[in-house]
């Protein structure tokens, strides 16, 4: 069964400074995507990142980039340069094997990330 | 593309009424999920459709949920007999499906429809 872990419920950062939000995943599958999701106080919930299990470098997209570390099950966001807006509820979420056909998330409980003025 | 859009936002109905949520998903994208998220967790699947077929059902819904998407364009999910624990944020997700690729696969959510079940 898969799991995934973010052991932080809450983060509190001053602006401009950069953050990790951490994430330990569970899986038997060799072939697997984790992604984070931002959902801000609106509800909706904001595709940031994807990893892929046999993707060599850390994903980044602009400020966002993925520390993962496979051996160590473990896919950490980092945020550069972090901005009010960035204050958030982070998910992280894994896609089980492309084999399997529902290809859908499972989420962590989430980190509520807050950034300081 | 207006993205994925979700309606009612907000319901707020008596135990035992049914209520309906409805979701457009984007127009060229095959695949709709939806989704449950209960206060401070994160979402749980509860159902996809490739299409109009419905294809995979969580043990989470039960029989008083039915969700369909004919034609396989917009989605309804219908609760029946509410209860207090339905009370919850129902997301709706949709994704342009192209194969085994995961990376081919990324989930864009509408902004949620709140049930609260007094």
């Known amino acids: 069964a898969q799991k995934i872990t973010q052991t932080q419920p809450g983060m509190f950062v001053q602006e401009k400074e950069a953050v990790t939000l951490d994430c330990t995943y569970d899986t038997s599958d060799q072939s697997y995507g984790l992604f984070w999701y931002k959902q801000p106080s609106s509800g909706e919930m904001i595709f940031l990142i994807y990893?892929?299990?046999?993707?060599?470098q850390n994903a980044t997209e602009g400020r966002y980039s993925l520390n993962f570390q496979k051996a160590r099950k473990s896919a950490n966001l980092v945020i550069s340069a972090s901005q009010l807006g960035d204050s958030a509820m982070y998910f992280c979420?894994?896609?089980?094997?492309?084999?399997?056909?529902?290809?859908?998330?499972?989420f962590g409980q989430g980190t509520r990330l807050t950034i300081n003025p | 593309d207006t993205g994925v859009s979700q309606d009612p936002r907000h319901k707020i109905t008596k135990r035992g009424q049914n209520v309906t949520f409805r979701c457009d998903p984007i127009?060229?994208?095959?695949?709709l999920y939806w989704y449950r998220q209960t206060l401070g967790q994160g979402p749980e699947f509860l159902t996809y459709?490739?299409?109009?077929?419905?294809?995979?059902k969580s043990r989470l819904l039960s029989d008083r949920f039915s969700a369909e998407r004919p034609k396989g364009s917009f989605s309804t999910l219908e609760i029946q007999r509410t209860e207090q624990g339905d009370s919850a944020m129902y997301l709706c997700?949709?994704?342009?499906?192209?194969?085994?690729?995961?990376?081919?696969?990324?989930?864009?959510f509408g902004a949620g429809s709140r049930l609260t079940v007094l």
């Open positions: 990893q892929g299990s046999y993707d060599e």
């Open positions: 997700a949709s994704s342009n499906y192209r194969g085994r690729a995961p990376g081919a696969n990324v989930l864009t």
């Open positions: 979420a894994m896609r089980e094997n492309p084999a399997r056909r529902a290809q859908k998330l499972v």
């Open positions: 459709f490739q299409n109009e077929a419905q294809l995979e």
């Open positions: 127009s060229e994208h095959n695949r």
